[in-house]
């Protein structure tokens, strides 16, 4: 069964069109109108291999908070919908991302137990036009809609722009180890109570 799927979240503040192939080869199309978190998606599915394409109009003449945790939101339901029940995946992945000067860990348990453990200082208040402080925020939102336990370390790092690049790049690699279908259990759920 093809796990793909597409959803439009439609708000007052924000609407987001998300379309996910989680068995894909890493080909995107991102418009978010902010600048840098095109960047970081256009990264997120590169490396993960996930194909996704995400269309978002939100009310950047406020700020960016909205447009930004409502696009983590968007791509996790529909990542979560494209995952259906689980069935064959490997569930747990971590991933130790160096980029330059940057050492960071990610590490997931695609559980339906949403939980974010964000150990990331960054010495600048903008990346591009985004605050900082948003980074955060997208990786909240989407650990909850996706139903995942992510747990993010930037172990080292001078340069801000590498760290958050490093921790995009961390959930991508986690993501596409633990979404794997695993041929030793197949078509079972990994979960001692037969459900996640």
Not at 8 to 17: G, P, V
Not at 50 to 62: E, F, R, S, W, Y
Not at 63 to 79: K, R, Y
Not at 90 to 102: C, G, V, Y
Request: aromatic share 6%; proline share 2%; with cysteine.
């Amino acid at each position: 069964m093809a796990r793909k799927t597409k959803i439009n979240r439609k708000t007052k503040e924000t609407n987001i069109a998300v379309e996910v192939n989680i068995d894909g080869k890493g080909s995107y199309k991102i418009d978010t109108k902010i600048g840098f978190l095109n960047h970081m998606l256009e990264q997120f599915s590169k490396h993960s291999l996930i194909d996704l394409k995400v269309v978002a109009k939100g009310d950047t003449h406020i700020d960016l908070h909205h447009t930004t945790e409502d696009t983590g939101i968007a791509i996790g339901e529909c990542l979560k919908k494209a995952l259906g029940s689980s069935r064959g995946i490997k569930r747990f992945a971590h991933a130790l991302i160096p980029m330059d000067e940057t050492l960071t860990r990610v590490s997931i348990d695609v559980s339906n137990r949403p939980y974010l453990i964000w150990k990331v200082n960054l010495k600048v208040e903008k990346l591009g036009e985004m605050d900082t402080e948003l980074f955060k925020e997208w990786f909240q939102a989407f650990s909850q809609s996706a139903g995942i336990t992510l747990h993010i370390e930037n172990m080292y790092g001078d340069n801000s722009h590498h760290i958050i690049e490093s921790c995009y790049k961390g959930l991508a690699r986690s993501l596409r180890q633990a979404l794997e279908i695993d041929k030793r259990i197949k078509n079972k759920i990994p979960s001692t109570k037969g459900t996640l």
